[in-house]
T-cell receptor
Framework: SQELEQSPQSLIVQEGKNLTINCTSSKTLYGLYWYKQKYGEGLIFLMMLQKGGEEKSHEKITAKLDEKKQQSSLHITASQPSHAGIYLCGADRNSGYALNFGKGTSLLVTP | DGGITQSPKYLFRKEGQNVTLSCEQNLNHDAMYWYRQDPGQGLRLIYYSQIVNDFQKGDIAEGYSVSREKKESFPLTVTSAQKNPTAFYLC??????????????FGEGSRLTVL
């Protein structure tokens, strides 16, 4: 089965700093999804990437999928306390419409 | 408002008891899913259903059961056979079928604690 490795596991950044979270797949990614989770709550969809080299942005968050479609990065510019939470990458499974998920990256933004 | 509703949000259970977690959606989605989340483990798929009256096992189905008698409902029963049931359970849905975009819509989760 496909495994998704996320790095780093956790991150503490000062407000206003930029940061990057990585997601690496053991297999070619045909659909890569980024979600955010506030502690103890459900997941909120951020972005989906499908094509090699694709890049999408929403507010201060940019996600990229590399040309080989095995690695994705999530970049946050000028972080704010509202960015704190767990970021998870997900990828299409071979069966059904369910997703496999990485273990998540826990982000804390300090004043 | 359209969305997914999970209940209860918190649940305590004694060992040896079965418990059922509710998941209801009014998004008219065909596909529904149950995931389990443990600290440091990420989300693991328990069961999924692509259409009414049909469901398949995910990666960790042992000790769990589901039903899909109605399109909007996908309850999960945690049986006494589940060795480590204490966890955060997340229900999700997606459009499914030929129009599926891949995006999953999640409920707020149910936290089960076995005493």
């Amino acid at each position: 089965s496909q495994e998704l490795e996320q790095s780093p596991q956790s991150l503490i950044v000062q407000e206003g700093k930029n940061l990057t979270i990585n997601c690496t797949s053991s297999k070619t990614l045909y659909g890569l999804y980024w979600y955010k989770q506030k502690y103890g709550e459900g997941l909120i969809f951020l972005m989906m990437l499908q094509k090699g080299g694709e890049e999408k942005s929403h507010e201060k968050i940019t996600a990229k999928l590399d040309e080989k479609k095995q690695q994705s990065s999530l970049h946050i510019t000028a972080s704010q306390p509202s960015h704190a939470g767990i970021y998870l990458c997900g990828a299409d499974r071979n069966s059904g419409y369910a997703l496999n998920f990485g273990k998540g990256t826990s982000l804390l933004v300090t004043p | 408002d359209g969305g997914i509703t999970q209940s209860p949000k918190y649940l305590f259970r004694k060992e040896g008891q079965n418990v059922t977690l509710s998941c209801e959606q009014n998004l008219n989605h065909d596909a529904m899913y149950w995931y389990r989340q443990d600290p440091g483990q990420g989300l693991r798929l328990i069961y999924y259903s692509q259409i009414v009256n049909d469901f398949q096992k995910g990666d960790i189905a042992e000790g769990y059961s589901v039903s899909r008698e109605k399109k909007e409902s996908f309850p999960l029963t945690v049986t006494s056979a589940q060795k480590n049931p204490t966890a955060f359970y997340l229900c999700a849905s997606s459009i499914g079928g030929t129009q599926n975009t891949g995006e999953l819509f999640f409920g707020e989760g149910s936290r089960l604690t076995v005493l």
